[in-house]
Each structure stands twice: as structure tokens, then as C-alpha cells.
């Protein structure tokens, strides 16, 4: 009887992920909206039964992935449906949100990785190139319109957009990782509400003020910091590419601890709420102000700011 049970949810499930991915597929403006929820049915799931029936699920879901939008759809069927197969196991065995966020992303960037590997080593296909060489063509047109009505371009601006696209093409793989913790967080967000309602036991999240990063974090910004003006590695080479990318994803992470600074003293001092969610927008908005607020994160990691700003509370 149980079994029946399960294969009867398991048929409804896949029903409804083969709607969403017909959706996404033919429906592009609505498909985008969809595609959020594309990882629910394995999440389902997965928060219910065992890891061999939730297996057994997910490659279901990819064969028929494979049979409604052919082999196209496989990537999306395997990226989402391992990501949402996974948080479910997490809220399955009972863990913190924050673990089954973490697991997800790093499984839906594992996916990423190995399929931008795979369509390189099999098709020769280089997304990445692509891309650049699509923003370097954009730009190229944009100068040529300029010189067409007369105008000449601005050597200084054409020249930040040069090193801008470059700086891209350097920073992709921690635009890989961004992306990936982005997109499970919305999953996420659109899909525990889902199993809360339908009676699974979902973990939630602590507020924003309580996150702390490990202090290690901060050791591993400082040296990776002094190694870049030590070291001074040369554009191009493997070294500036790795140095750049673990800059650049520390400091988003001094931000993300600065943002929860900003949000703990607000909560303590009883300010509007309005004032952290205007210091957010405004963070990614104005350079200066992300400066700022990285700062603080910093400091706040180093010197325990906000234990001493709760002992004067």
C-alpha cells in the first residue's frame, strides 16, 4: 500500500515537473518565472522518501526531460532536479536550512561546471568565449554608430569597457558561484513555503542580523590580499586568475558580513525598518557606499563589533 502511495505521488510529481519544463521551454516570458520552480517536485520528494526511491525519481524526470524537449532539457532536468533531490534529503534528515542552502548551491554549481566542461570537450562550444566576444562585437557597434553620426568616442570610456569585459571574463568562475548560491536561494524561497503547506517539516531561516562568518574567513581575505601586492602576478596568467577570483568572492563575503552588521544595529537601536533595506539597495548601487559597508564587515569580523555594540545596548 505504501508503495502504491508513493508510485502515485511519484507520477503525479513528474506530471506537474513536465508541465513546468514544457512552460519553460515554449513559454519564454512566463518560463522564466516557472523555471523557479522546476526543482519543487524533486524537492518534494526528496523531503518524503529515501535516497534510492528519490535517485529513482530524478532519472525518471530526466528521461522524460529528454523525451518532451530532447536533449536540450536533460542539463536543466539533471541541474535542477539533483539541487531540489538534495534539499530535500537535507530537510529530510532534519537539517538547518542553512545546510541544505549550502548543499544545494554547491550541487547546482557542480552541474554548471561540468556542463560548461562537457560542452567544450564534446561540441567545442565555449560559453564563456561566446559571451565576451558577444560583448566585445556590442561595444565595437556601439563605436562604429558613434563615428557613423559624427561623434567621436571617448578613448578614456572605450578603454574602461575593454578592461570591464576583460575583468568579466577573469571573474567568470566566481560568477559561476554567485549565480549558483543566487539561484538556490530563490529556489528556496519559492519552493520550502510549498512543503510547509503540504505538512513537511521545513527548517527556516535565522534573521540576517544574526549571521557571522568564521573569522577565518577574514584570515583568508588578509593573505590572499598581501599575496596579490607581494606577488603581483602577471594578466593572463593562472595565478592573477586565481588571486582575482578569490578577491573578488571574499569581498563579497566582507560585504555579505557588513550587510548583517548594518541589520543587527537597526534591530538594536530600533530604527525604521526601511533604513537596512535602503543601505542594501544603496550598497550595490553607489561604489562608495560598498566600500563602506565591506569596512564594517571587516571590522565587525576582526574586532567582534557587534558584541561590543550589544554590551553598551
Do not use: C
Not at 124 to 149: C, G, P, V, Y
Not at 229 to 241: H, R, S, V
Request: overall charge positive; glycine content about 6%.
Amino acid at each position: 500500500m505504501k508503495n502504491t502511495y508513493k508510485l502515485t505521488e511519484g507520477a503525479i510529481l513528474l506530471a506537474i515537473f513536465a508541465v513546468l519544463l514544457l512552460i519553460t521551454f515554449y513559454i519564454p516570458g512566463l518560463g522564466l518565472i516557472v523555471n523557479l520552480f522546476l526543482s519543487l517536485p524533486f524537492l518534494f520528494f526528496g523531503a518524503k522518501y529515501d535516497g534510492k526511491s528519490t535517485a529513482v525519481f530524478t532519472l525518471a524526470a530526466v528521461l522524460l526531460s529528454m523525451i518532451l524537449g530532447s536533449l536540450l532539457a536533460i542539463p536543466l532536468a539533471l541541474t535542477y532536479g539533483t539541487t531540489g533531490a538534495v534539499m530535500g534529503y537535507m530537510v529530510r534528515e532534519g537539517k538547518s536550512k542553512f545546510a541544505a542552502y549550502i548543499a544545494g548551491a554547491l550541487v547546482f554549481l557542480l552541474n554548471l561546471v561540468v556542463q560548461y566542461a562537457l560542452s567544450v570537450i564534446l561540441f567545442k562550444i565555449n560559453i564563456i568565449d561566446e559571451l565576451m566576444d558577444a560583448f566585445r562585437a556590442s561595444t565595437d557597434q556601439a563605436i562604429k554608430l558613434l563615428e557613423q553620426m559624427g561623434q567621436a568616442p571617448d578613448e578614456v570610456l572605450i578603454k574602461q569597457f575593454e578592461t570591464m569585459i576583460d575583468m568579466m571574463e577573469v571573474l567568470m568562475p566566481s560568477m559561476f558561484v554567485m549565480a549558483s548560491f543566487l539561484i538556490v536561494f530563490l529556489l528556496q524561497l519559492v519552493s520550502f513555503p510549498f512543503l510547509k503547506r503540504f505538512g513537511i517539516k521545513v527548517p527556516t531561516w535565522p534573521p540576517f542580523r544574526e549571521l557571522n562568518l568564521p573569522k577565518s574567513i577574514l584570515w583568508y581575505y588578509l593573505i590572499t590580499m598581501i599575496a596579490a601586492l607581494i606577488i603581483q602576478p602577471e594578466k593572463g596568467t593562472y595565478l592573477f586568475w586565481v588571486i582575482s577570483n578569490l578577491t573578488f568572492i571574499l569581498q563579497m563575503l566582507m560585504v555579505l558580513q557588513g550587510l548583517s552588521l548594518v541589520f543587527y544595529v537597526t534591530h538594536i537601536k530600533n530604527y525604521p525598518k526601511a533604513v537596512p533595506i535602503i543601505v542594501l539597495v544603496l550598497t550595490f548601487l553607489l561604489p562608495f557606499v560598498l566600500y563602506i559597508v565591506r569596512i564594517l564587515g571587516i571590522i565587525d569580523l576582526g574586532f567582534d563589533l557587534r558584541k561590543r555594540l550589544g554590551e553598551k545596548k
